[in-house]
């Protein structure tokens, strides 16, 4: 649902999101934002690999920067040029899927 939220809905929204997360989301210049660190490349790219398709599934795409076993993920929603309810989606689908370390 690509309908800006507002910085109430956001904080809440944040909250929620960060329950038992060991690394918080943060908002870095309006964008939902956090830094992964994996053990090595394999879990970094296959984090990726699979984000990458909920991503193609939600038609939500991430913007994202991968160096070694970093990924540093922003998520904004630029058709309204903010924060909406599919970027706390996918990034919850993300932490569930960092927390999956199957490699
Ligand atoms: N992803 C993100 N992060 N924000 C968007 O506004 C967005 C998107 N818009 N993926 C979608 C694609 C839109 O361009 C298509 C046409 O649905």
Do not use: C
Not at 59 to 79: C, G, I, M, Q, S
């Amino acid at each position: 649902h690509r309908v800006k939220l507002d910085d109430h809905a956001i904080a809440t929204s944040l909250q929620s999101l960060n329950t038992g997360a060991d690394v918080p989301w943060t908002i870095e210049g309006g964008k939902l934002h956090k830094t992964f660190q994996f053990r090595n490349f394999s879990e970094a790219f296959g984090f990726m690999t699979r984000a990458a398709l909920e991503a193609e599934s939600m038609d939500h795409h991430p913007e994202w920067f991968n160096v070694y076993k970093t990924v540093r993920v922003d998520l904004a929603t630029h058709d309204v040029g903010g924060l909406t309810e599919l970027d706390f989606e996918l990034a919850t689908r993300m932490e569930a899927i960092s927390r999956d370390r199957i490699f």
